[in-house]
C-alpha cells in the first residue's frame, strides 16, 4: 500500500458530495434570479472583482485603467513536461540547499539527483504534480481565465511534442468549457533552429485531426505556430566544419552542388567573431559559377554561427547549382571543411577552386510541409535574449530589458516578452546558478539586495512598464509552471560542480504560478495587476436593491441587479498521483458549487442570497456556506481584510474578528433561511459597526474551504466564490442614505 498524501478531506456531507450532478442541470439551462443560463453563456465578470494581495497591492479597477481594449492579447509560457520526464525525486533544489548550504560545491553530494535529471527549484502551492492531473489542470483553467490570460504557448523546443499531456489538457479544458467557463486557448513554441519533427507530429497528431478546435488560438486568422516556416522541410545538410573562412571585402565564398530533387531553400553556416554588423549577399546560380541567376537577397546583422538560408517562393527543379556569399559588411566568413569535400561538388574563394568544402544545407521541396504552412500562422520564435528581431513576423519568448518590439510584415508593433527572470550573465547566455544571473529581483541593472526583495517581482514590474509603455498588440509572458531544471556540470562554456541553467532557486526562478510558503500568490496578484493595466476591465454595475423578505421563496430577488458570478463547476476534486509514484494528492473537499449571489441594501439592513448549481447540502459544521464580509475594504483590518463571518461558527451565526490570525467572536445571529439549492440571508446595518448602506462592501462566499486560516485555503479547498484572493464588491453609489458613520460596538 503506497502512501498517500492527503492535502484536505471532505469535512461535512461525505467524500465526493455533489460530485458532477450538476452537469445535466448547467448543460440543458436553469432559471437563476429570472435569467436562463446555458452552457456557452456564463460570463463570471472577473474582471470586475476586487483583491488586495499579501504586499497590501491592491487591484486596478476600471477608474485606473479604463474600458477593455479588444484588440490586446496576453499569450503565457505553459510547460506540458511534469510526468514526462520523472526519473526519481522529486529533487527540490531549495530543500536541498536547506539541508547541505556546501552542496552547490559536491556534486556527488547524496541529496542531489544523477546528472541531467529534473529538479525542482521550489514546490508548487499544488505540490509537485503531474501535467495529467485533472484536478490541477481545471485550476489552472479558472486562474489564468480570471487573471486575463487569453492562450498559452506549450514548450515543445526539445524535440518532444508531450501528446499524451496536451490532451489530458485539452480533454479538461474543454469539458470545462462545455460547462460556460472561459479558458484560454493553446499554442506551441517549436524548437528554434529545426523546428520540422516537432511541426508535423503537431500537424499529424493534433490539427490534422481537429482535436480541440474550438482550444486553438488564432492570430491574423489562422492557428499560430511559433516556427520558423523556412525550416519545415526535409532537408539535405553537410555540416561538418573545421576552418572558418573569412569572406574579404570585393572577394566571393562559393560551393557547387547536385540537388537530385527539388529545393525551396539552400544555405550555408556563417561566422562573424561576435561582431554586431555582419552582413553579405547570397546568390543562386544555376548551371554552376558563371551559369543563370536564380535570386539573391542581402543579409543584415548575421548571428555568429548562424545558418543563413535563401529561399524560393517557387521550389527550385533538380540539377546543377552554385551557391555564393559576396559584398561583404563588417566581418564575416563561411565555415568550411579542409578535407571534405561535397560529393559532386566544388568550393570556391574568389572565383578559383579551393579544396574541401563549405557548409550546405539543401531544403527539399515538401508536400506535407507545404500543406503545414498553408494552414498556420507562422512567427519565427527569436531564442536570443539580446538581439531582437532580424526580419518581420518574428516573436520573442524572453528578452533582457529593455525588450524589443517585434513588428509584423505591415510594420505594426505587434508583440513584445515579458518575463519573471533571465538566465543572462553580463551580455551572454548564462545559467541562473552562476552570479550574476538576473533573477526576479533584477531591476534597474542590479539585483535589489534587501530581504524581501524576491517578493515584489522588480524584473517582470520593469519589463511590464516597458511593454506598456510601447503598447504591442500581444504581450508574451514567461512565464506560469515550469519549475524543473535539469543538473549540468558545464553550460555555454562555463564549468562549475553543480549548474541549473533555466530555473534553480527562488530568486533565480520564473514562476508565476504560486508557490508553497516563499513568495505565496504574489506574483499571481502582479500579473493580474499588469494584464489589467494593458487591457482594461469592465465599469462595475451598482447594485439595484428592493424590499426582500427572508421567507426561503426568492422570488423578490428577481428585481436586484447585478448578478455576481463565480466559475462553474468548480468545487475542488483531485485524486491523482504525484512526482513521486508512492505519493497521491487526494482533495475532495468541494461540495456546494456556487453559482451566483445578490445584494440587497436599504437604510436598515442588508441582504444577501447565493445560488448553488445543486440542491444545498444539510446545513451544519463550521465550514457551511461561510459569508465573508469586508466593510472597510482595507486588507490591514480583520482577517485577509474580513471583519465579519456569516455561518462560520454555525449555521446563522454572525462573529467579528479578533485577532491576530483566524480567530472570531460571536456577537449576534442573522436571519435566514434556505430551500433547494438557494439560501437567503439578512442583518442590520448596525451589527456591521455601520449606520447605513456604505459606499461599496466587499463580500465573499466560501463552502467547505477552511483548513488551516490561510490565504491558500480559498485557492486549495471547497468552493471560494469569488475564486482565490477575490472578491466581490456590492457597489451602493449614491444610493445610501445619509451621512456614513461607524459603530464601534455593535
Known sequence: MHPTEVCFPCRQGGAGYARRVWLSAIMTGFLLGGDVLRGADWDNF??????????????????????????????????????????????DVTRILGQDPSAMGRPDSPLWGPLHVPHHWGESIFNYY????????????????????????????????????????????????????????????????????VARELWRDLYQAGLGSELWFRWDGKPLIL????????????????????????????????????FRAVGGRFPNWGATNASMTLTLLRGGPGGERVAAERYHEVADNAWVMLGFSTPQPPGTYYLEASEVGGRIGWWSHTEEAIPHGQSFTNGVPARGGRTLRLMMADDEAERIRGFFTFRKPQPDYFRGPTRSNMWSWLEVFPQHVFRNDKGEKEQMSVGVAQNAVGG???????????????????????????????????????????????????????????????????????????????????????????????????????????KGVRSPTEVRSAPITIDGRFEDWDRVQPEFRDTLGDPVQRNHRGWATNVTYRNES?????????????????????????????????????????????????????????????????????????????????????????????????????????????????????????????????????????????????????????????
Open 46 to 91: 472577473s474582471d470586475t472583482w476586487v483583491a488586495t494581495d499579501a504586499l497590501e497591492r491592491k487591484l486596478p479597477g476600471f477608474a485606473e485603467v479604463g474600458p477593455p481594449r479588444a484588440d490586446r492579447t496576453v499569450g503565457m509560457f505553459y510547460f506540458l513536461w511534469h510526468g514526462a520526464h520523472v526519473q526519481g525525486g522529486p529533487y
Open 428 to 534: 551572454r547566455l548564462g545559467s541562473m546558478s552562476e552570479v550574476g544571473a538576473r533573477g526576479r529581483s533584477w531591476y534597474n541593472g542590479a539585483m535589489d539586495t534587501r530581504p524581501d526583495a524576491v517578493r515584489y517581482g522588480l524584473n517582470a514590474e520593469e519589463q511590464w512598464a516597458h511593454a506598456l509603455a510601447e503598447d504591442p498588440r500581444l504581450v508574451f509572458v514567461t512565464g506560469w509552471n515550469e519549475w524543473i531544471a535539469g543538473r549540468f556540470a558545464e553550460f555555454n562554456g562555463i564549468r562549475k560542480p553543480v549548474m541549473f541553467v533555466d530555473q534553480f532557486d527562488q530568486e533565480h526562478s520564473r514562476d508565476i504560478e504560486p508557490m508553497r510558503g516563499g513568495h505565496g500568490d504574489d506574483y499571481y496578484w502582479q500579473l493580474v495587476s499588469w494584464i489589467r493595466r494593458y
Open 227 to 262: 516556427a520558423d516556416p523556412d525550416l519545415l522541410d526535409t532537408r539535405e545538410e553537410h555540416g561538418r566544419q573545421n576552418l572558418a573562412v573569412e569572406l574579404q571585402p570585393g572577394g566571393a565564398l562559393g560551393q557547387s552542388f547536385e540537388a537530385a530533387q527539388s
Open 590 to 746: 468541494g461540495r456546494n458549487d456556487i453559482l451566483a449571489s445578490k445584494v440587497s441594501a436599504d437604510p436598515r439592513k442588508v441582504s444577501f442570497l447565493v445560488r448553488t448549481a445543486q440542491a444545498l447540502s444539510v446545513p451544519g459544521g463550521t465550514n457551511w456556506m461561510v459569508l465573508f464580509l469586508d466593510t472597510d475594504a482595507d486588507v490591514r483590518t480583520g482577517w485577509l481584510g474580513y471583519e465579519y463571518v456569516v455561518n462560520r461558527a454555525e449555521p446563522g451565526s454572525l462573529e467579528r474578528h479578533e485577532g491576530p490570525g483566524f480567530r472570531w467572536k460571536r456577537v449576534g445571529t442573522v436571519d435566514w433561511r434556505h430551500a433547494g439549492s438557494a439560501l437567503e440571508l439578512s442583518l442590520p446595518w448596525r451589527r456591521l459597526g455601520l449606520s447605513g448602506p456604505p459606499r461599496a462592501l466587499d463580500f465573499k462566499w466560501a463552502d467547505n474551504c477552511i483548513a488551516l486560516g490561510d490565504w491558500s485555503d480559498f485557492t486549495l479547498n471547497g468552493d471560494a466564490a469569488p475564486n482565490d484572493r477575490f472578491n466581490f464588491r456590492a457597489d451602493f453609489g449614491e444610493r445610501r442614505r445619509g451621512p456614513q458613520s461607524v459603530i464601534t460596538d455593535p
Open 130 to 197: 503531474l501535467t495529467d492531473d485533472a484536478g490541477v489542470l481545471r485550476k489552472h483553467a479558472q486562474m489564468l481565465s480570471d487573471a486575463g490570460v487569453d492562450m498559452v504557448v506549450f514548450d515543445v523546443t526539445n524535440q518532444l511534442s508531450y501528446p499524451e499531456w496536451y490532451r489530458a489538457l485539452l480533454r479538461e479544458w474543454g469539458a470545462w468549457r462545455k460547462l460556460g467557463n472561459r479558458t484560454p486557448q493553446i499554442a506551441f513554441l517549436t524548437p528554434f533552429w529545426d523546428p520540422g519533427k
